[in-house]
């Protein structure tokens, strides 16, 4: 899936959990300084600005198959080598990189095992490459409360469950597949506090994502229904909303 909106509305609806997400994640990398580091479907550049307060921005490239979020990318932060490519055929040489990573994005590959063999062939023997994912099985995300409310009020809208990766095993199992050594598995706990109702809903208004379009192709009378409903399970505000990610790093 390829998002083709603005980065400042990807932030909007998640930028908010992947930034501290991407820090957490940089730390299971071993992310340190005198490395060369690859973000693998950047978005904004969630991951890809701790990367740079790492490493400097001469140390850091960057993909993502969406211009705007290629665009967004490169103004946030000038001097990343940052390049419009999909996971699956990256413009780097082989052994480019000490680290690769993809926050949020193995779900979302055309073809994930292809894109963690893409990400293996540029990084060097020895270095870490990383995959996480929200909990999309356990019901664990960030949009967990919308899906679950959409499955009641729009139920042919299909969910998130059976994309690649949203599970502990199914994420182990792309790894597996794309023959990566010394398989490690982690989870990453993110507590936001969003500070009303209405503040919280209209992440989800951006027609960002699958929950996004969801939403938006909805009759205004099934969208202010979820709506409702979300509101009286979640109360006014503010709402704490913890969200669970699974980690997998391997070697190449």
Same mark, same amino acid.
């Given at each position: 899936?390829?998002?083709?909106?603005?980065?400042?509305?990807?932030?909007?609806?998640?930028?908010?959990?992947?930034?501290?997400?991407?820090?957490?994640?940089?730390?299971?990398?071993?992310?340190?300084?005198?490395? #060369?580091?690859?973000?693998? /479907?950047?978005?904004? &550049? !969630?991951?890809?600005?701790? $990367? @740079?307060?790492?490493?400097?921005?001469? =140390?850091?490239?960057?993909?993502?198959?969406?211009?705007?979020?290629?665009?967004?990318?490169?103004?946030?932060?000038?001097?990343?080598?940052?390049?419009?490519?999909?996971?699956?055929?990256?413009?780097?040489?082989?052994?480019?990189?000490?680290?690769?990573?993809?926050?949020?994005?193995?779900?979302?590959?055309?073809?994930?095992?292809?894109?963690?063999?893409?990400?293996? #062939?540029?990084?060097?023997? /020895?270095?870490?490459? &990383? !995959?996480?994912?929200?909990? $999309? @099985?356990?019901?664990?995300?960030?949009? =967990?409360?919308?899906?679950?409310?959409?499955?009641?009020?729009?139920?042919?809208?299909?969910?998130?469950?059976?994309?690649?990766?949203?599970?502990?095993?199914?994420?182990?199992?792309?790894?597996?597949?794309?023959?990566?050594?010394?398989?490690?598995?982690?989870?990453?706990?993110?507590?936001?506090?969003?500070?009303?109702?209405?503040?919280?809903?209209?992440?989800?208004?951006?027609?960002?994502?699958?929950?996004?379009?969801?939403? !938006?192709?909805?009759?205004?009378?099934?969208?202010?229904?979820?709506?409702?409903?979300?509101?009286?399970?979640?109360?006014?505000?503010?709402?704490?909303?913890?969200?669970?990610?699974?980690?997998?790093?391997?070697?190449?």
């Amino acid at each position: 899936m390829s998002f083709n909106v603005a980065g400042e509305a990807y932030d909007q609806f998640m930028g908010r959990y992947s930034g501290p997400l991407a820090g957490e994640f940089a730390d299971w990398l071993a992310v340190q300084r005198g490395q #060369r580091a690859l973000d693998v /479907g950047c978005g904004p &550049g !969630a991951l890809t600005g701790h $990367l @740079v307060e790492r490493l400097g921005a001469d =140390a850091v490239g960057a993909v993502d198959p969406s211009p705007p979020f290629v665009e967004t990318c490169r103004q946030r932060f000038p001097g990343v080598d940052v390049r419009r490519s999909g996971a699956e055929e990256m413009p780097f040489a082989d052994d480019a990189f000490d680290v690769a990573g993809a926050c949020l994005v193995v779900h979302f590959m055309h073809d994930p095992v292809a894109g963690l063999l893409e990400m293996a #062939r540029v990084t060097r023997p /020895g270095g870490w490459i &990383g !995959a996480a994912v929200w909990d $999309l @099985v356990g019901n664990r995300a960030p949009m =967990a409360t919308v899906w679950s409310v959409l499955a009641e009020v729009a139920a042919e809208v299909p969910d998130e469950h059976e994309l690649p990766g949203g599970s502990a095993s199914r994420l182990e199992e792309i790894f597996g597949r794309a023959g990566l050594q010394e398989v490690e598995l982690s989870e990453i706990e993110v507590t936001v506090t969003h500070p009303s109702f209405e503040e919280w809903w209209s992440c989800y208004l951006q027609c960002v994502g699958p929950i996004g379009e969801s939403i !938006a192709a909805l009759d205004p009378a099934r969208r202010e229904q979820v709506r409702a409903t979300c509101r009286e399970r979640l109360g006014p505000g503010p709402i704490d909303i913890t969200a669970t990610a699974f980690a997998a790093r391997a070697r190449p």
